[in-house]
């Protein structure tokens, strides 16, 4: 009978618990790093140890017993509780640890100065341990990844705010009609807001556009969830798309877009911070610090090379 825990019973543990979540001791090799006679050895130990049976192996399968699967409840309770103590103790000594689950809109990276990466760098010459796991999703997964824990932070557009989450405003950018270079609509001189309306268009698959786009398109013949998505099929050339102007501006001034109707038929979106309510954790804290120190002004002017066309009035 078991009555102190020793390091070598822990070990024990932590192989049972290992060999119970991949359902067998075969398939717990890999995680273990053990072969199956060594996997085998350190359970008989722990049952001998325990005095009685924790799983039933063998040709006919594996099962745990129902002495084993109230150990194994008890094993998590303990490891989280060990987690939970070390976590602690760290940030006692000022140590930020733990894992972030962040959630991204696509394409980023070509925002005027880059500030998420920038945000990273200040973040990573914390006094911290964190691990950071990076996700690109539509605002929608994002929400949903929250909702279900799966995700710590989103950065995206949120049209519709939802109340069981927060959302902090973070940085504002400029989206304009765009066309390739072969639509009939690159060549056209001057464009006029009916011609531009009546076009095929690619429509945002999440809400935001349609609340802010100051157009009214009749003529939607796809749909599209992510940013690059919008822009392989406004580059088909076979339909007109919004697109942030940084995120467009390359292929302007490689002559493969135009933007079509200048600010008349550009908005202002907003990116957002979104977070669950309650007690975070201090490493998402900071990286939220270091995030907002870097939030810029809206953008009213396009950037160098957007290439816009006059305004239709």
Known sequence: MLTNLSDIDLR?????VAVAEAHGVSA????????QSTISTHLATLETRLGFRLCQRGRSGFMLTPKGERILIACRTLFNAARDFTRVSQSLNGLLTGDLQIGLVDNLVSLPGNPFSRAIK???????????QCRICAPGE???GLLNQQLDLGIGYFGQQLEALQYQPWISETQAVYCSSDHPLFTAEQPGREQI??????KRGYLLAQQLCPLAPLNLGAVAHHMEGVAHLVFSGEYLGYLPTHYAARWVEQGALRQLGGQALSYQATLSL???????KEALLALIEDLSGLARAPQTKNPAGAGSDTDIN
């Open 197 to 202: 309306e009546n076009a095929r268009w690619v």
């Open 122 to 132: 200040q973040f990573q010459r914390r006094h911290q341990d964190v691990q950071l």
């Open 274 to 280: 979104v977070t669950r309510p309650g007690a975070p």
């Open 28 to 35: 717990a090799q890999e995680p273990l790093l053990m072969n």
């Open 142 to 144: 994002i929400e949903q």
């Open 12 to 16: 024990l543990l932590r192989v049972f």
